[in-house]
């Protein structure tokens, strides 16, 4: 599929998740297949202002590429004001966020909670396309609740006013992150618009995915939770859906030693205190589902550098 210009190859996206989908995991993901990976979710708002820790957030690397920036907020003049700041990094397309359930930012009337009011959505997406000739994406959910289910009317909104692709993720804001997806809403979004549609939620292999492809004839997928600790996710996607070939999850000693490398990314880009902070719930998830986990995840809850990992990793791998 194309995002405006840019040309899209692979099948599986990874979603930009906050806290997570930092520049380490997307370079670890783009290296497994991803076919794209975006920054975490921003604050036009902080960036406006000119929040260094914003900025920080924008920044890309060429072995993540292709990578969209995504932001969120409400005002339209004031994203238009923030689009100034993103395009110094020179990101490959920039992404909307009208989806994030977070209590924080649809409390504040920002993600999820603009799903109430499809013109605003309208006219921040117009205010940002006025101000660049970057590819312009939105990411939505299929409405507020179940009673306000508005995926078409928000997504035919989104490509009125200058969106060349969307994501929409199979789920309320009410439901955040509960079953089932509604793949029957994705479809519907598919058959309502000409530009790409991005199915999001519950895609966790090659099976999944081909499931979401059948049920919605969306043009790509996106993973968020499914990747968590599991980056090579995107290779048993492509893997399944060009030669219909089932990769099983990888060895042990493999998967730590996939750990062990993306925390030294995240030291690497943000330094060892940080980084090591940061890689507890990352250790967490790659040893989710191996003998002993709960003991290890205690020893990993208590991490304080990257050679304790080590130790730790070395253990896992030769007790499995």
Same mark, same amino acid.
């Given at each position: 599929m194309n995002i405006g210009?840019?040309?899209?190859?692979?099948?599986?996206?990874?979603?930009?998740?906050?806290?997570?989908?930092? *520049?380490?995991?997307?370079?670890?993901?783009?290296g497994y297949g991803a076919a794209f990976t975006e920054s975490e979710m921003i604050s036009a708002k902080a960036l406006s202002m000119g929040d260094k820790k914003s900025y920080e957030l924008m920044h890309i690397t060429?072995?993540?590429?292709?990578?969209?920036?995504?932001?969120? /907020?409400? &005002?339209?003049?004031?994203?238009?004001?923030?689009?100034?700041?993103?395009?110094?990094?020179?990101?490959?397309?920039?992404? +909307?966020? +009208?989806?994030?359930?977070?209590?924080?930012?649809?409390?504040?009337? &920002?993600? &999820?909670?603009?799903?109430?009011?499809?013109?605003?959505? /309208?006219?921040?997406?117009?205010?940002?396309?006025?101000?660049?000739?970057?590819?312009?994406?939105?990411?939505?959910?299929? /409405?507020?609740?179940?009673?306000?289910?508005?995926?078409?009317?928000?997504?035919t909104t989104i490509e009125k006013n200058g969106a060349v692709a969307i994501t929409v993720h199979g789920r309320t804001r009410a439901q955040m992150y509960?079953?089932?997806?509604?793949?029957?809403?994705?479809?519907?979004?598919?058959?309502?618009?000409?530009i790409p549609v991005i199915g999001n939620g519950d895609i966790t292999d090659g099976q999944s995915a081909a499931l979401m492809f059948e049920k919605t004839n969306c043009d790509l997928l996106m993973v968020g939770r499914g990747a968590l600790g599991r980056p090579w996710v995107f290779a048993q996607i492509n893997a399944y859906m060009t030669e219909g070939r089932i990769l099983p999850e990888p060895p042990v000693s493999e998967r730590m030693r996939v750990m062990v490398n993306h925390v030294k990314k995240i030291c690497e880009y943000k330094g060892e205190k940080i980084g090591?902070?940061?890689? *507890?719930?990352?250790?967490?998830?790659?040893?989710?589902?191996? *003998?002993?986990?709960?003991?290890?995840?205690? &020893?990993? /809850?208590?991490?304080?550098?990257?050679?304790q990992l080590e130790e730790i990793a070395y253990k896992i791998s030769i007790s499995n």
């Open positions: 210009d840019l040309h899209i190859e692979g099948f599986a996206a990874l979603a930009p998740m906050a806290g997570v989908a930092d *520049r380490a995991f997307r370079e670890i993901c783009r060429n072995g993540e590429r292709p990578t969209g920036i995504q932001l969120f /907020g409400n &005002s339209p003049e004031i994203i238009e004001k923030a689009m100034k700041s993103v395009e110094t990094e020179n990101p490959d397309f920039i992404d +909307f966020n +009208f989806g994030c359930p977070a209590p924080k930012i649809a409390g504040n009337g &920002s993600g &999820s909670a603009l799903l109430k009011t499809p013109d605003v959505i /309208g006219e921040i997406l117009k205010s940002a396309s006025s101000v660049t000739d970057k590819p312009i994406t939105a990411k939505i959910r299929i /409405g507020w609740d179940n009673e306000t289910k508005n995926a078409v009317e928000t997504a509960a079953p089932p997806v509604d793949t029957e809403a994705i479809r519907e979004v598919k058959n309502a618009v000409s090591i902070k940061e890689a *507890r719930k990352h250790a967490a998830w790659y040893i989710k589902g191996i *003998r002993n986990a709960a003991e290890y995840r205690q &020893s990993v /809850g208590l991490l304080e550098s990257i050679e």
